[in-house]
């Protein structure tokens, strides 16, 4: 059967329309109709649901779902395969990754990747640990530049463990303490992260059972936090890579006892991997190792 369709398929119940999957796929509604037509009657059942609410899979297309997946993924093996035989390299990578990965480590990779792999492009989704996850699990992206995260299955490839910090502001009352304690934490207003971090910092107060007051409406990118610290509205946590190279005017102190953020790549399944996928993985580990080897990050 032709991977279009499927593909096709599931672009129709991500989108919930045919109309926007039609207008994602550059096709025409009615083409994009006759197409399902066309592939439910060749699996003899129906796979749509289409009703005022939009489109959704039937049970038997839900079932399907999995086999539908590993099928169009083995196309893309197969495909990059033949590239690969045939001297081409025109191939596509989609990587999902925080921000704070986005700007330390992923230009570093794509730039040396490139020298060796000059036709293969690198497309980049940035988001939260729940998205990142997702999109792996929908095949929406190839690879997960995250933390590690007890969801789902995946292979799993470390890179680096990244330590968290207290962040205080400058004034708060620490003496001469070269570390912060957890318990510390206990009862303070706490700025939480988006982007990666909550899950990684809750799991670190459940360890602990330490309950800060969580200021809910202030889960809000990196920079923000640290501006908000520095003003003297909470404190927070954060990790040494996200505070490489900034330049603010708060405290950071390594926290007692010590607790890190598991970075590495999650892939579907590593073996299945296409070629050009598990270089850039071996690229990566060997790029991340090299920057923090030679790199120490510069704290405030």
């Excluded at 279009?4 to 109309?19: D, I």
């Excluded at 899979?57 to 399907?64: D, N, V």
């Excluded at 495909?79 to 045939?86: E, L």
């Excluded at 490139?114 to 997702?134: H, L």
Aim: net charge negative.
């Amino acid at each position: 059967m032709e991977t279009k369709k499927w593909e096709a398929l599931l672009t129709a119940v991500e989108q919930g329309s045919f109309t926007r999957a039609a207008q994602q796929l550059g096709a025409t509604q009615s083409g994009l109709t006759h197409m399902m037509n066309s592939l439910e009657k060749e699996v003899g059942f129906p796979l749509l649901l289409r009703d005022r609410y939009g489109v959704r899979l039937t049970a038997a297309g839900e079932r399907l779902l999995p086999a539908v997946r590993e099928f169009l993924q083995a196309g893309r093996r197969l495909d990059s395969a033949i590239a690969i035989q045939n001297g081409r390299k025109r191939e596509n990578i989609r990587v999902a990754a925080y921000s704070s990965i986005c700007m330390h480590w992923l230009p570093t990779i794509i730039q040396q990747f490139r020298w060796n792999f000059p036709g293969v492009s690198v497309d980049i989704r940035m988001g939260s640990v729940d998205e990142i996850y997702q999109w792996l699990e929908e095949d929406k992206v190839d690879l997960s530049f995250a933390s590690r995260q007890d969801r789902g299955q995946y292979s799993w490839v470390p890179l680096w463990d990244d330590p968290l910090l207290a962040i205080l502001p400058v004034e708060y009352p620490v003496g001469d303490a070269q570390q912060f304690p957890v318990s510390a934490f206990g009862g303070k207003e706490f700025l939480m992260p988006s982007l990666g971090f909550d899950l990684d910092i809750l799991s670190v107060f459940e360890e602990h059972h330490v309950y800060p007051d969580i200021r809910n409406n202030t889960s809000v990118e990196d920079a923000a936090i640290l501006s908000m610290v520095e003003h003297g509205l909470g404190v927070s946590i954060l990790s040494e890579l996200v505070l490489e190279g900034r330049r603010v005017n708060v405290r950071a102190l390594p926290l007692d006892p010590p607790a890190c953020r598991h970075m590495g790549i999650a892939v579907q399944s590593l073996e299945e991997a296409t070629p050009v996928v598990q270089q850039f993985i071996a690229y990566s580990q060997k790029i991340v190792r090299e920057l923090h080897q030679t790199n120490s990050p510069r704290l405030p």
